[in-house]
């Protein structure tokens, strides 16, 4: 079984951190489970540590108590101003600028309930297919990660600035790939792309409606290569 606190420091694979970062950790109530509990928004500011490794187990001590508690649990993608004041969720004016670029690839539809072998495994060829046509296009290799009912594929944009220009580009490129690749049973999601987006954290598990044999609660993990 994979050790959450061993993945989830896997996290800075994804989400880029140095001086003066600040990092957005959101949970939220899954879907389709009974109660009804707020968001928790929680900020964490490198200035405000006394060296970085400290200030990113904070994060990741955080991320995973919230997991423990029920929540699923997301983080803000792209870097976030060190101005951002707060306290409420970032908002896309407070992105810095676009690091990456997200495909997200789960199941057709609207799901209420964890994703078979069957759904994941669908998830993952088209994964590949995506990445092989990327590389194709001269696109680096993408961080794989496997969602908890899905798989992500994480594009590094080398600073891409924070405009309506690239948020257009990006919204294009989603459609684009959507067209090309979606089938029947899994499809590229056109949605993720604003510059605020948040996204999972690995090492947590994610929750959607009630899990049984079939359809279990899985943890976020980032992929090896293949």
């Known amino acids: 079984m994979t050790d959450a606190a061993q993945e989830i ?42 060296d970085i490794e400290t200030f990113k187990k904070d994060v990741e001590r955080s991320a995973l108590q919230l997991n423990e508690d029920g929540y699923n649990v997301y983080v803000v993608m792209n870097p976030i101003r060190p101005d951002f004041a707060g306290p ?13 670029l997200l495909v997200d690839i789960d199941r057709a539809g609207h799901a ?5 072998q069957t759904e ?4 993952k060829s088209l994964a590949y297919q995506v990445r092989d046509y990327m590389a194709s296009r001269g696109c680096p290799s993408p961080i794989m990660v496997m969602s908890g009912n899905g798989y992500h594929l994480y594009y590094v944009l080398k600073g891409m600035d924070n405009t309506a220009e690239a948020t257009a580009a990006v919204a294009t490129t989603l459609r684009n790939l959507a067209k090309a690749f979606n089938n029947g ?18 090492g947590t598990i994610m929750r959607k409606g009630i899990a049984t044999e079939d359809r279990p609660y899985r943890m976020a993990v980032v992929c090896d290569e293949e």
Not at 89 to 98: C, L, T
Not at 120 to 123: E, G, R, S, Y
């Open 9 to 50: 420091s896997k996290l800075w694979l994804i989400v880029a951190v140095g001086s003066g970062s600040v990092v957005e950790i959101r949970a939220l109530q899954p879907k389709g489970l009974p109660g009804s509990r707020p968001p928790v928004v929680r900020h964490f500011r490198e200035c405000t540590y006394p």
């Open 88 to 100: 409420g969720s970032v908002a896309d004016k407070d992105i810095r600028y676009r690091d990456l």
């Open 112 to 116: 209420t309930e964890p994703a078979s």
């Open 120 to 123: 994941l495994d669908a998830a």
């Open 185 to 202: 049973l899994v499809e590229i999601d056109t949605t993720v792309f604003n510059a605020s987006r948040i996204t999972k954290v690995p």
